[in-house]
């Protein structure tokens, strides 16, 4: 059966629906030991200048992917290991560590914890250190976002904001619109990478489910 994407019409009703009821959230735990946590530490004291004796962060926003990657199991194969796998040499030399994310949410709208949603993830440049990050299994062609992972998204940060004091909610593309922001505190001049993921479409339908004055409003470049 052919997926339906995100594209396709969402009522009101069904977006209330989605931002009323708290989610259901399995937690599936990517590898977090003692090599993760040092990496952690390191990737928080080089990029960040924070120097912690445990990769806490005090999330203030949630950042919002895609893996591109069209299966769950391959997804989280992606992150289950502590160290950087060969194949993603454009980023090996900003740190050892990783990328992973809080959460991983499925073809079918399952969410899954990856990890403690107060524990450093590298997901984004320049914002882990006050970033909760979600990933959606797909974004390619063949395995657009749906509409499952879209309602998904909608009831997890609506968890998120209860939770935690997030201020913003964006998608891994508007990164660099925080450069110059107080929140910004990469060192590296040199470390960026143009992203397009999960795309304005997407942003503008999760952000859309909330009243306006629920977030901050994205910097301007």
């Known amino acids: 059966m052919m997926k339906r994407n995100f594209y396709g019409a969402l009522t009101g009703l069904v977006l209330l629906a989605a931002v009323s009821c708290g ?5 599936k735990p990517i590898t977090f030991d003692a090599e993760r946590l040092e990496l952690s530490r390191e990737y928080l004291e080089s990029h960040y200048g924070l120097e912690k004796d445990h990769p806490d962060i005090d999330p203030k926003m949630v950042v919002i992917h895609w893996t591109a990657i069209p ?4 997804s989280y194969e992606a ?3 502590s160290k950087l796998p060969n194949w993603r040499p ?3 030399g900003a740190g050892a560590l990783n990328v992973s994310s809080h959460f991983l949410i499925d073809q079918d709208g399952t969410i899954y914890r990856l990890m403690p949603e107060t524990l450093m993830a590298r997901h984004v440049i320049g914002l882990n250190h006050c970033a909760i990050g979600i990933e959606n299994v797909g974004g390619t062609p063949d395995t657009p976002l749906t509409e499952e992972q879209l309602k998904a998204n909608i009831a997890l940060v ?4 209860g939770k935690y004091d997030i201020s913003y909610v964006i998608g891994h593309h508007e990164y660099q619109l925080f450069e110059g922001h107080p929140l910004w505190l990469e060192k590296d001049e040199g470390y960026r990478t143009e992203k397009t993921d999960p795309g304005d479409e997407f942003m503008n339908q999760v952000r859309g489910a909330f009243a ?6 994205l910097p301007k470049r």
């Open 23 to 27: 989610p259901k959230i399995v937690d």
């Open 71 to 74: 299966t769950f199991e391959k």
């Open 79 to 81: 992150f289950v290991n």
């Open 90 to 92: 454009e980023i090996a």
């Open 158 to 161: 609506k968890y998120l904001a």
């Open 212 to 217: 306006p004055e629920k977030f901050e409003t």
